[in-house]
Nanobody, 127 residues
Framework: QVQLVESGGGLVQTGGSLRLSCAASGRTFSRYGMGWFRQAPGKEREFVAGINWSGGDTDYQDSVKGRFTISRDNAKNTVYLQMNSLKPEDTAVYSC????????????????????WGQGTQVTVSS
């Protein structure tokens, strides 16, 4: 079992930055791929960024490429999402997730491929 707790959300102006953190409990965190997803009101949850177990492979939604960076620190059981040049359309609840598959080399893109989820943190970008 893995428990995930996000932090770092908040209100920021257009063009600003935020860094989200996702702290994981348990000894198995370092084995799992991690993902960040978001859900805006009235919209479906969507993949934002993912990173494999070692940090050697990452993937991003096209709309955030060049602005967002996902990283992980396995010694601290934490994954991060650095968000720069934020836009109002980035407003959503952001959730982190663990795929639960030990040492999978790639990045999983579908929400159904993730077994463990955090409660989410609100990010609001004002125009």
């Amino acid at each position: 079992q893995v428990q995930l707790v996000e932090s770092g959300g908040g209100l920021v102006q257009t063009g600003g930055s935020l860094r989200l953190s996702c702290a994981a409990s348990g000894r198995t965190f370092s084995r799992y791929g991690m993902g960040w997803f978001r859900q805006a009101p009235g919209k479906e949850r969507e993949f934002v960024a993912g990173i494999n177990w070692s940090g050697g492979d990452t993937d991003y939604q096209d709309s955030v490429k060049g602005r967002f960076t996902i990283s992980r620190d396995n010694a601290k059981n934490t994954v991060y999402l650095q968000m720069n040049s934020l836009k109002p359309e980035d407003t959503a609840v952001y959730s982190c997730a663990a795929d639960g598959s030990s040492f999978w080399a790639g990045v999983r893109l579908g929400a159904y491929e993730y077994s463990y989820w955090g409660q989410g943190t609100q990010v609001t970008v004002s125009s």
